[in-house]
């Protein structure tokens, strides 16, 4: 009778959760993308997903169909037998009448099961679902299972829990004896079955098995292990008396209660105590089938060995391994450590170090304190001593007072006109300095007027292009100067100002405006010192000349792009244009001309990295520290 209630209840929530998948698209596929080629896959889930295990099943595979792309994707339905709730499965026609009725208009491509119950089911109903492949995923061979239809690929966890059993010897090589508690419902009953199939094999490791218990029992016979045992917990959801639990808050407190180290086979349990072990994750079993969904038999593992692999690792508490002196060099290779806190010292070091110097220092401070008031008193004694003869030659002293304070005022007197001297000389220093600065930009601007007039009257085309590339680096040099002495010879150069009077000057020399040609700036506001603005000045103005120069060939018209940005800590310059872009097999080093080696000069004085592209243009990247690496070394 309880068996039928069961049934009519969860027949009831599947009826709901049918209206709710019918009016929604599937997980992973959008309503447009229902198209004929999308796989149709349901996935046969034992529990609900307010259990960690589903839940991390189903988070890891959302994130295995999250990484297809949206017309590969399947049409997935989903179905949870809530068994840690209902139990048992219960009557197989109700169940195959439900599926049948449900998928009636459902050409499935596969069904996939991930755990006993889900397994039982499917096995025990070989007729259902004709046409479909059938993927049964970790399970525990048992009586409860059906034979199925011959068709399945199968995946059990037969040999990797003989795996996570003969591990514990090997990290405790003491351990004569594994207590194995389980319960016993369908999942714990196919365990059991299972590890005693199992025995034989662990030579000279003992099993037991605890299967009916209270939980206070359980907790009681834990504590007084001898120290030869470990406990093997498999999660537990039902006492001896039907009872409901809750496998994670057991497991918590089987950890803490026992007297011996508690290990596992599921990741869903770490985090509470327990040790750890080889265990099956969630994650990895969850990302399996979502592929298995999406690709069928090209996703599935060739042999059992490849099933653990894909979803079985070595996984540790930290705390727990601290607690029960396990050390980490006989973790086996590749295993994986959770919830490793820093010890007292990694945590607290800065300010233990800190709090050391403080001490230090006071200290310090305290001797010299005390050292101080030693002299002080010692001060004190000798100035009384002395008190009375110096009564006897005050008169005397007076007169010698007054001569020092006639020096003494004559010597302020001249300190005063010193100090004078000194402000009037650094405002004539300061003045010869921007005379300086405004005599050498006078002078640039002279020799940019003397290159150009010799680039206009030569003869030669490779001269007058030697002139106008010569013009254009004096001028990048000239723009400098201007934007010194506008602001009056700061320390830090602003970048915006001076790149656009680079970019502006090698646009004049070469006629951009009359050759249809339009150029764009985009700079951060970014300041550098001279010497390093120097240097990207003359590597903007070469590569915005070889852009006028030859990217528009026969006077097309179009656009060249100057950017500087700064991002994680460097400077990105690009210049880049939509002409015609770089010949195939360009390279920097083997160019005729001085451009780009001078590029390539400056760009490893500023410890850059210089690369180039040609794609709908040419397009040339520097990227340089954002700090002067001479002067930060």
Same mark, same amino acid.
């Given at each position: 009778?309880?068996?039928r209630?069961?049934?009519?209840?969860?027949?009831?929530?599947?009826?709901?959760?049918?209206?709710?998948?019918?009016?929604?698209?599937?997980?992973?596929?959008?309503?447009?993308?229902?198209?004929?080629?999308?796989?149709?896959?349901?996935v046969?889930?034992?529990?609900?997903?307010?259990?960690?295990?589903?839940?991390?099943?189903?988070r890891?595979?959302?994130a295995?169909?999250?990484?297809?792309?949206?017309?590969?994707?399947?049409?997935?339905?989903?179905?949870?037998?809530?068994?840690?709730?209902?139990?048992?499965?219960?009557?197989?026609?109700?169940?195959?009448?439900?599926?049948?009725?449900?998928?009636?208009?459902?050409?499935?491509?596969?069904?996939?099961?991930?755990?006993?119950?889900?397994?039982?089911?499917?096995?025990?109903?070989?007729?259902?679902?004709?046409?479909?492949?059938?993927?049964?995923?970790?399970?525990?061979?048992?009586?409860?299972l059906?034979?199925?239809?011959?068709?399945?690929?199968?995946?059990?966890?037969?040999?990797?829990?003989?795996?996570?059993?003969?591990l514990?010897?090997?990290? =405790?090589? *003491?351990? /004569?004896? +594994?207590?194995? %508690?389980?319960?016993?419902?369908?999942?714990?009953? @196919?365990? #059991?079955?299972?590890?005693?199939?199992?025995?034989?094999?662990?030579?000279?490791?003992?099993?037991?098995?605890?299967?009916?218990?209270?939980?206070?029992?359980?907790?009681?016979?834990?504590?007084?292990?001898?120290?030869?045992?470990?406990?093997?917990?498999?999660?537990?959801?039902?006492? =001896?008396? *039907?009872? /409901?639990? +809750?496998?994670? %808050?057991?497991?918590?407190?089987?950890?803490?209660? @026992?007297? #011996?180290?508690v290990?596992?086979?599921?990741?869903?349990?770490?985090?509470?105590?327990?040790?750890?072990?080889?265990?099956?994750?969630?994650?990895?079993?969850?990302?399996?089938?979502?592929?298995?969904?999406?690709?069928?038999?090209?996703?599935?593992?060739?042999?059992?060995?490849?099933?653990?692999?894909?979803?079985?690792?070595?996984?540790?508490?930290?705390?727990?391994?601290?607690?029960?002196?396990?050390?980490?060099?006989?973790l086996?290779?590749?295993?994986?450590?959770?919830?490793d806190?820093?010890?007292?010292?990694d945590?607290?070091?800065?300010?233990?170090?800190?709090?050391?110097?403080?001490?230090?220092?006071?200290?310090?401070?305290?001797?010299?304190?005390?050292?101080?008031?030693?002299?002080?008193?010692?001060?004190?004694?000798?100035?009384?001593?002395?008190?009375?003869?110096?009564?006897?030659?005050?008169?005397?002293r007076?007169?010698?007072?007054?001569a020092?304070?006639?020096?003494?005022?004559?010597?302020?007197?001249?300190?005063?006109r010193?100090?004078?001297?000194?402000?009037?000389?650094?405002?004539?220093?300061?003045?010869?300095?921007?005379?300086?600065q405004?005599?050498?930009?006078?002078?640039?601007?002279?020799?940019?007027?003397?290159?150009?007039?010799?680039?206009?009257?030569?003869?030669?085309?490779?001269?007058?292009?030697?002139?106008?590339?010569?013009?254009?680096?004096?001028?990048?040099?000239a723009?400098?100067?201007?934007?010194?002495?506008?602001?009056?010879?700061?320390?830090?150069?602003?970048?915006?100002?001076y790149?656009?009077?680079?970019?502006?000057?090698?646009?004049?020399?070469?006629?951009?405006?009359e050759?249809?040609?339009s150029l764009t700036?985009?700079?951060?506001?970014i300041?550098?010192?001279?010497?390093?603005?120097?240097?990207?000045?003359?590597i903007?103005?070469?590569?915005?000349t070889?852009?006028?120069?030859?990217a528009?060939?026969?006077?097309?018209?179009?656009?060249?792009?100057?950017s500087?940005?700064?991002?994680a800590?460097?400077?990105?310059?690009?210049?880049?244009?939509?002409g015609?872009?770089?010949?195939?097999?360009?390279?920097?080093?083997?160019?005729?001309?001085?451009?780009?080696?001078?590029?390539?000069?400056?760009?490893?004085?500023?410890?850059?990295?210089?690369?180039?592209?040609?794609?709908d243009?040419?397009?040339?990247?520097?990227?340089?520290?954002?700090?002067?690496?001479?002067?930060?070394?």
């Amino acid at each position: 009778m309880k068996d039928r209630v069961a049934i009519a209840s969860v027949l009831a929530s599947f009826a709901l959760s049918a209206l709710v998948v019918a009016a929604q698209p599937a997980v992973g596929q959008p309503a447009a993308a229902r198209g004929s080629g999308s796989r149709h896959v349901l996935v046969l889930y034992s529990y609900s997903r307010l259990l960690p295990w589903e839940d991390r099943v189903m988070r890891g595979m959302d994130a295995a169909l999250g990484a297809i792309a949206l017309n590969r994707r399947p049409f997935l339905y989903e179905e949870s037998l809530d068994a840690g709730r209902v139990g048992t499965i219960g009557d197989l026609d109700a169940w195959r009448r439900y599926f049948e009725e449900k998928y009636r208009d459902v050409r499935l491509d596969a069904v996939i099961t991930e755990s006993q119950q889900a397994a039982s089911l499917l096995l025990s109903l070989p007729e259902l679902f004709p046409g479909a492949e059938r993927y049964v995923l970790h399970y525990a061979e048992g009586s409860s299972l059906g034979g199925g239809n011959g068709a399945e690929r199968r995946f059990s966890s037969s040999e990797d829990m003989e795996r996570a059993l003969r591990l514990i010897p090997t990290l =405790r090589p *003491g351990t /004569r004896r +594994v207590v194995v %508690v389980t319960d016993r419902t369908v999942n714990g009953m @196919a365990r #059991v079955e299972q590890i005693a199939q199992l025995a034989d094999r662990l030579e000279g490791l003992g099993i037991d098995i605890w299967d009916t218990f209270t939980e206070e029992e359980l907790l009681s016979r834990a504590a007084d292990l001898p120290k030869d045992t470990a406990v093997m917990y498999l999660p537990v959801q039902r006492d =001896r008396n *039907g009872g /409901r639990l +809750v496998p994670g %808050v057991v497991g918590e407190r089987l950890a803490a209660a @026992a007297s #011996v180290p508690v290990f596992t086979h599921f990741d869903s349990l770490l985090g509470s105590g327990i040790v750890g072990g080889y265990l099956v994750s969630g994650d990895l079993l969850g990302r399996l089938m979502g592929e298995i969904a999406a690709r069928g038999d090209m996703a599935v593992p060739v042999s059992q060995a490849g099933y653990a692999e894909a979803t079985m690792g070595y996984y540790f508490d930290a705390r727990a391994l601290a607690r029960w002196g396990i050390g980490r060099e006989s973790l086996p290779q590749g295993s994986v450590i959770l919830y490793d806190e820093k010890s007292f010292w990694d945590r607290y070091w800065y300010a233990l170090v800190i709090g050391a110097a403080v001490f230090a220092l006071e200290s310090l401070l305290i001797l010299a304190l005390v050292r101080s008031s030693s002299q002080r008193a010692k001060a004190m004694r000798a100035l009384a001593v002395e008190r009375s003869r110096l009564e006897l030659t005050v008169q005397a002293r007076t007169a010698d007072l007054s001569a020092a304070n006639d020096d003494l005022v004559r010597e302020i007197g001249d300190r005063e006109r010193a100090e004078s001297k000194a402000v009037a000389m650094a405002a004539e220093k300061a003045m010869l300095l921007r005379e300086l600065q405004h005599r050498v930009k006078n002078s640039l601007t002279i020799i940019v007027s003397l290159i150009g007039l010799e680039s206009s009257k030569s003869g030669s085309a490779e001269l007058r292009e030697s002139l106008e590339s010569l013009e254009s680096r004096v001028s990048a040099l000239a723009a400098l100067y201007d934007i010194l002495y506008d602001t009056g010879g700061i320390e830090r150069l602003p970048l915006a100002a001076y790149l656009d009077r680079v970019v502006d000057a090698a646009a004049e020399s070469l006629g951009a405006d009359e050759k249809g040609i339009s150029l764009t700036r985009d700079i951060a506001p970014i300041a550098m010192d001279m010497k390093r603005a120097v240097s990207l000045g003359l590597i903007v103005n070469e590569l915005v000349t070889d852009c006028l120069k030859y990217a528009f060939p026969g006077g097309a018209r179009g656009t060249v792009r100057v950017s500087l940005r700064a991002e994680a800590g460097r400077y990105l310059l690009v210049v880049e244009d939509d002409g015609v872009g770089l010949p195939e097999g360009f390279d920097p080093d083997s160019v005729d001309g001085f451009g780009f080696k001078l590029v390539g000069m400056l760009a490893r004085q500023l410890h850059g990295e210089f690369s180039w592209s040609s794609r709908d243009g040419s397009r040339f990247s520097l990227s340089i520290p954002a700090e002067d690496q001479a002067s930060s070394g």
